[in-house]
């Protein structure tokens, strides 16, 4: 296995010839060919359980985004990038993953989750629930609750984690803990009465409560604290304080009793809400996203029981996809794919099984007849039928659309927030509804294959990890126990590490 990556990476290398013909020669992509042959022959399934489980999952990371991304990481080392490989795509095993909710045929990142975490298809808008329950309906939550791969992972004694670059209470990580019948019930004050009167929690109440999770590194500490408290990294800004009505400081609760023996590392929450972009981060204060699952991994990996990862770039690949900012959302598939590479050095292939999708697709696309070694962010070769420029990148709908003296504007070469052309005038661009990729290499990897439904990747996450229901299979042995309930389990120190990257650094 470990030949067949060493084979893909040197032949990636080699895609980028330094003299300017060798392309033009069929001996260039006949040994191409053979090369990737031979790698294809001498793969084998790694038939074994998975000690541990990395899920890498770029928000909105559809295939047109993974293909803008490996142009982009060429780019920027300097080649034309249509040769380039993303780490991600040196994985052996591919699959497509069907995106759709029970009642929506373009899917949310709430529904989306719950299917790839938990095993269940549900309604849009709801965390961690089956399909019996509505969204909105607090009452229709309960005892249709289902546990995440995380939580079944935290049970059977493994350490787990989750990394995310937006607020830990949003949808894609809410769903590795939480069972919300509205993924917008951040906090009690984003809770109609009712539904507080009916008995349900909000998410980031649910993060302290319901799952021992040993490693939390994203946003959200606005979430945790009492209406109006400052908020210590942005003290002066009263739209960074605290959101709680119900007066809990959700981080004392953490530190008291039974919450506060010591062990290895907290959450670090590094912003009020979600994380910057990439390409806005301020390096000192902010960890990026490959600076935080390595860590995660670090403290995570002490455990002999193995850890099970979740580490997600969500609210910046789908956010800037949402606000038509092309530049901004491939960006981050870069970095997603930077954490994926560095993952892969920290870790060994035959004892982790690292898995990488997206929860769902966007109205983006690139085209334009743009030849080869052009920047992907920049204009096609030729005017459109208007005799104006446009650029390659172009959206299906959203905020991009624009008329100006009763025509489409000319397009410009963008920075980094410009929005590209939109086809349709919408406040915020949407998803789309076609399959997603899911890339799988180590420990039953050769599981994911042909075209699933996208619930199929949590069984078989838990099949590899021999976590329930499929704990009792061959070659699983006893399954292992946590040594504790997860609901009131010891809880590490809590530190809201938002200040600096220093204090990131010194954790664990």
Known sequence: FQHTLLVLFHWGNKLNPAQPNAEKTPHYWNEGARRRLEAALALQPVAQRAKNIILFMGDGMGLPTVSAARIYKGQLAGGSGEESILAME???????????????????????GT?????????????????????????????????????????????????????????????????????????????PRETLRDGCKDIAHQLVYNTDINVILGGGRAYMSPRWTPDPEYPEDPAQNGTRKDGRDLVAEWLSPPHGSPGPAPPGLFEPKD????????????????????????????NPNGFFL??????????????????????????????????????????????????????FTFGGNTLRGASIFGLAPKKAKDKRAYTSILYGNGPGYSIRDGGRPAASL???????????????????????????????????????????????????????PYDARPRCGAPRRASSSTQHSPRPPLALLALCMAAFMVVG
């Open 115 to 191: 299917a790839y975490l938990c095993g269940v298809k549900a309604n849009a808008k709801t965390l961690g629930l089956s399909g019996a329950a509505v969204y909105g309906k607090c009452r229709t939550a309960f005892g249709n609750e289902v546990d995440s791969v995380l939580h079944r992972a935290r049970l059977a004694g493994k350490s787990v984690g989750i990394v995310t670059t937006t607020r830990v209470q949003h949808a894609s990580p809410a769903a590795a803990y939480a069972h919300s019948a509205s993924r917008s019930w951040y906090a009690d004050a984003n809770m």
């Open 90 to 112: 040196t994985f052996p095993h591919v699959a497509l993953a069907k995106t759709y909710t029970i009642d929506r045929q373009v899917p949310d990142s709430a529904g989306t």
């Open 414 to 468: 963008p920075d980094k927030d410009y929005r590209q052309q939109a086809a349709v005038p919408l406040d915020v661009e949407t998803h789309s509804g076609e399959d997603v990729v899911v890339l799988a290499r180590g420990p039953m990897a050769h599981l994911f294959h042909g075209v699933q439904e996208q619930h199929y990747i949590a069984h078989a996450i838990a099949y590899a990890a021999c976590l329930k």
């Open 275 to 302: 994380m910057r972009y990439e390409l806005n981060r301020n390096a000192t204060t902010d960890p990026s996203i490959v600076e935080m699952m390595e860590k995660a991994i670090r403290i995570l990996r002490r």
């Open 310 to 363: 979740f580490v997600e770039d969500e609210c910046r690949i789908d956010h800037g996809h949402h606000s038509g900012r092309a530049k901004q959302a491939v960006m981050e598939a870069v970095m997603l794919d930077r954490a994926v590479a560095r993952a892969g050095e920290l870790t060994e292939p035959s004892d982790t099984l690292t898995v990488v999708t997206a929860d769902h697709s966007h109205v």
